[in-house]
């Protein structure tokens, strides 16, 4: 069977519209929200009293069924007509979560409601990916990501210091209120966007389904054998394989060394990469417009090796933030291109949204590793050994972007015309 489809595309949806900062209050408070989890999570369940092994299991347990989520999920978002119900419900559940975690810390239920918040992890962002390109199509697509990961960054900044306002005014028990009374302006914001607002072929990757019934799609084993695909989920697993041990290696190595104001030393490590990604969202968006995606990827990937190394030769905490600005760097283009390259790769494919779970299996897989590999060395070898390995292993996922990943960037923005529409072929209903 062989469909017919074309380049995406969308009528022009104005900046002022309401769909659209409905999407912008989405990407803060959903973020705002997620900022109450995290190592909030393990401090309060130690203040109350729980063994340190019961607070790993809970964790971990959430951490791998996010991780065993991402396909399905992207499955389910290829399948489910409205993407904003999927928000709604993935939004709830998060909300549940931090009520249980506030009113009844038990075992069980704390066991429940984190499994239930990772099940979230494999639908809530891509879930947020499709509505933006079902609402103003791919021509805007990469603008839009940029805004999205500003509102984003700034949610989790916003929620970071009124989590920690609340936690040392109050409790660690009510940040955890306060996170699901946050609950209240991400639906408000969530209401502003109409489901007839968000073309639903477009938000799968089938830009010309306009029907009820589900629009034609590639076979699965075709997806599985684009090269592009593949090289993409290569370097995104390599560079987390890297990246997410530098924070917690860095803040190991500041206690060891008996940092005066290490907490707060940290805490700035955080904070500095979501001011960049804030300020810096928009402008990689119409940057990948009008340089590519490949530059911005080089950019985003060589940022890594040189922030490892950074951290492997300087002791000084000031030089260590200014260091950590390059975190921001990268965290800025995988924000806005991880989406808008699988938008590149998917056109037409109807798997977008599978394919984001593809990649966000490649990523959670290396990221899972990283902590545990990082810390072996570390702990042999000292962390300057630790975060060496973590440069080398960045060095080669910048090499296998710089060498492998070709750009995907479609003709269509680099002439400013239109692409013939080609057919489609090897298609599943």
């Excluded at 989890?37 to 069924?65: H, N, R």
């Excluded at 928000?87 to 499994?115: D, E, K, T």
Aim: glycine share 12%.
């Amino acid at each position: 069977m062989s469909v017919t489809t074309g380049s995406f595309g969308t009528a022009h949806v104005p900046a002022s519209s309401p769909r659209l900062h409905g999407l912008d209050g989405v990407n803060f408070f959903l973020a705002a929200i997620l900022a109450g989890f995290g190592p909030y999570v393990a401090a309060y369940l130690a203040d109350q009293k729980w063994a340190q092994a019961d607070i790993g299991f809970v964790l971990t347990a959430s951490s791998v069924t996010g991780l065993l989520s991402q396909v399905p999920g992207g499955e389910l978002l290829d399948r489910v007509r409205s993407k904003r119900a999927l928000v709604a419900v993935g939004a709830g559940i998060v909300i549940l979560s931090a009520l249980i975690i506030a009113i009844r810390p038990s075992f069980p239920l704390v066991s429940i409601g984190l499994v239930l918040q990772g099940v979230t992890g494999g639908f809530l962002g891509p879930a947020i990916a499709a509505i933006s390109l079902g609402l103003v199509g791919y021509s805007a697509l990469a603008e839009r990501l940029g805004r999205n990961q500003r509102f984003a960054s700034t949610g989790a900044l916003v929620g970071a210091g009124l989590m920690g306002l609340v936690g040392y005014l109050l409790s660690y028990q009510a940040i955890f209120v306060v996170a699901a009374a946050l609950g209240l302006p991400l639906f408000a914001a969530l209401s502003r966007i109409r489901a007839a607002d968000i073309h639903f072929g477009q938000s799968c990757g089938a830009p010309n389904h306009h029907g009820p019934e589900q629009p034609p799609r590639i076979r699965r084993p075709a997806l599985w054998q684009d090269s592009r695909l593949l090289v993409f989920s290569v370097c995104l697993f390599l560079f987390q394989l890297a990246n997410a041990s530098v924070l917690p290696l860095a803040g190991e190595a500041l206690v060891h060394e008996s940092q005066a104001g290490s907490s707060l030393i940290l805490s700035a490590l955080i904070i500095v990469p979501l001011i960049i990604v804030a300020l810096m969202a928009p402008w990689a968006g119409r940057r990948a417009q009008s340089w590519g995606r490949r530059p911005l990827l080089l950019i985003g990937f060589a940022a890594l090796p040189i922030r490892a190394l950074g951290f492997a030769l300087i002791s000084d905490p000031l030089l260590l933030v200014g260091v950590q600005v390059l975190d921001g760097v990268s965290a800025t283009v995988l924000g806005v291109l991880t989406a808008l390259v699988i938008a590149d790769i998917t056109s037409g494919t109807g798997r977008f949204n599978l394919a984001q779970g593809i990649v966000g299996t490649a990523s959670g897989i290396g990221a899972s590793l990283s902590t545990a590999l990082s810390g072996l060395v570390a702990e042999r070898l000292g962390s300057g050994a630790g975060f060496s390995c973590i440069a080398a292993t960045a060095l080669l996922a910048t090499i296998v972007v710089l060498l492998l990943m070709p750009e995907t960037r479609p003709q269509t923005e680099r002439s400013g015309g239109h692409v013939a529409e080609r057919p489609v072929t090897n298609t599943t209903p």
